[in-house]
């Protein structure tokens, strides 16, 4: 599979785009990531190179290069050679290629931004891993019992089985939830009848159920294991156990008897039941922190590590990216950048320490370097920067502190980084460790906001999990800790400004909301008086008074 950068970033099976064959094969290594986590990243990709904007793709200056050099990065750690990459701007250099620029890009712009024949796009049904061509998605791969779609949504479909091994392990994965089999034949007419509402309940069902097909002319193992005479059956199966079975091609019944065990098997939570406009909507959106500092007089800061080739390269690529296209600011070596991050955390002190940390802050604003450092080995250069922070424990300085903070709610850029940054104890601890601190210091507003804000895109995360009806990301031990720092911070009373009190109000709502009953976040929310802690201030900003009392409703 090819993927390229013309119209969007577009695939096509290797040799078919307009470039044809290639001159020349390099290797430049292997990638040992999951397949669901290269399209991911490789969907945060179509956000720098974009087909909506008409001057995205520049011959010259922000080309396929580019985006084989950024995704080379992200899979190998090594980019592609700068001869390669710096070739169209050495010809732009020259007073020969200004002069021809014009006609070049008149000539080659209706070849670079063509869509890719037909015949050259890879079929959804081979389930190889592919990219829509110039689209915001990457459909037809098989992702954890799921079809992507165009829209990037993870459609659930139906499981084809033939062996009793394969079905014994997918009943299995749904002990804690349900099951359907579908025991159907290839010369069955009527089967054929409900095949259409059989997928559709399995889109519908999304990862609440796991729905089986079984083609008994095939299985005949399985036939003859559950006893099936007669063909449509259809068993159901509640927490590991047989709920329900019955024959005919009846759809209505099929419909009424799936939804039915999928409303026993997940029993909506009370909070479902509550008009909470905000808590139940999706925060998809984080906060981040992009602002940019004066560059010259941070770098200076530095002293002599001002001229160091990491710095240089962060500043050139910091700069660049301040440009209407972010595709115009190619990537610095990332593992270059990342040895010097490492080795300032362990060795400056504070005061020196502070510069850099504001310019990683500012490169992870990027996806693409956010992407890279979220799949890292260990995360080693995020943690060790988390780690050299938290160790100062209270003799770390406020500018540090909050750099740090900020650059946390800059890891949420990608979505590949927050899976890690909660279910991962190594990273959340200390984390939750620097944040709840944040929160409660008496003299910096703006470090308690930056502290609230990563809160909030912790808290907001795990709530997608929860709409989503997947299982919490954040262990309860971390939203029990994270939710105590919360509350104490809401009742303290000196009162905090608005942007401050909307990000805690945010964050406790969404920990908050769909909570498990009769869980240990609940229990401290009654230990701690959470109600009484938020109508206390309910009344402080009149544009927050609505989210108070939603909060109200869901801590009480």
């Known amino acids: 599979m090819e993927y390229f950068f013309g119209a969007g970033v577009q695939t096509s099976y290797p040799g078919s785009t307009h470039h044809g064959r290639p001159m020349e094969v390099m290797p430049l290594g292997t990638t040992n990531l999951p397949i669901e986590i290269i399209l991911e990243y490789l969907e945060s990709l179509k956000a720098v190179y974009t087909s909506e904007d008409a001057k995205s793709y520049d011959l010259f200056l922000h080309n396929c290069n580019n985006f084989t050099n950024d995704f080379s ?74 079809l992507i779609e165009s829209n990037g949504h993870i459609r659930h479909v139906v499981h084809n089985v033939t062996k009793l091994q394969e079905l014994e392990s997918l009943l299995s994965s749904a002990e804690n939830s349900c099951a359907i089999i579908f025991f159907t034949s290839s010369t069955c007419a009527p089967c054929k009848i409900v095949y259409p509402a059989y997928d559709e309940l399995a889109a519908e069902a999304g990862s609440k159920a796991i729905l089986i097909k079984v083609d008994t002319n095939q299985a005949y193992e399985i036939a003859s294991k559950y006893r099936i005479r007669a063909t449509p059956t259809f068993m159901t199966f509640l927490r590991g156990e047989m709920e329900n079975e019955w024959s005919g091609a009846n759809g209505s019944q099929l419909r009424g008897n799936v939804r039915m065990l999928i409303q026993m098997a997940h029993p909506p939570h009370p909070h479902s039941q509550l008009k909470l406009p905000t808590l139940q909507r999706l925060h998809e959106k984080p906060v981040t922190c992009a602002k940019i500092p004066p560059l010259e007089k941070l770098i200076a800061r530095l002293g002599p590590l001002q001229n160091d080739p990491a710095v240089t390269a962060l500043k050139t690529f910091i700069t660049a990216r301040q440009s209407s296209i972010p595709a115009d600011s190619p990537l610095p070596s990332l593992p270059k950048i990342s040895s010097f991050l490492l080795n300032s955390a362990q060795t400056l002190d504070p005061p020196s320490l502070f510069p850099i940390m504001d310019l990683f802050r500012l490169a992870l604003v990027d996806p693409r370097i956010s992407g890279y450092f979220a799949e890292e080995p260990s995360h080693t250069t995020v943690l060790g920067c988390l780690s050299s922070v938290t160790a100062l424990g209270e003799e770390c300085p406020y500018p540090l502190r909050i750099v740090t903070l900020q650059l946390a709610s800059n890891l949420f850029t990608t979505p590949l980084f927050p899976p890690h940054l909660l279910s991962d104890p190594t990273l959340s601890t200390p984390l939750i460790q620097l944040l709840t601190s944040a929160l409660l210091d008496p003299t910096h507003p703006p470090l308690r ?34 939710m105590a720092g919360l509350l104490e911070a809401l009742g303290r009373e000196e009162r905090g400004g608005k942007d401050e009190l909307r990000g805690l109000l945010l964050a406790a709502g969404l920990l908050a909301y769909s909570s498990p009953r009769g869980g240990e976040l609940m229990d401290l929310c009654e230990a701690l008086g959470a109600r009484g802690v938020v109508e206390g201030i309910q009344g402080q900003f009149d544009e927050l008074t609505a989210l108070a009392k939603e909060v109200v409703m869901v801590v009480s």
């Open 73 to 146: 990065m992200f899979l190998v750690g090594t980019g592609i050679p700068d001869r390669i990459t710096s070739l169209p701007r050495d010809v732009l250099n020259t007073p020969f290629g200004q002069m021809l620029k014009p006609q070049l890009e008149s000539a080659m712009r209706g070849v670079t931004q063509a869509p890719v024949a037909p015949r050259a796009i890879p079929q959804q049904n081979t389930f190889t891993p592919m990219t829509s061509n110039g689209a915001s998605a990457t459909p037809g791969v098989k992702v954890n019992g799921g």
């Open 449 to 482: 906001v930056s502290a609230a804000s990563v809160a909030y895109n912790m808290a907001a995360f795990n709530h997608l999990q929860r709409l989503q009806s997947k299982p919490d990301l954040l262990p309860e031990s971390a939203q029990v800790e994270l």
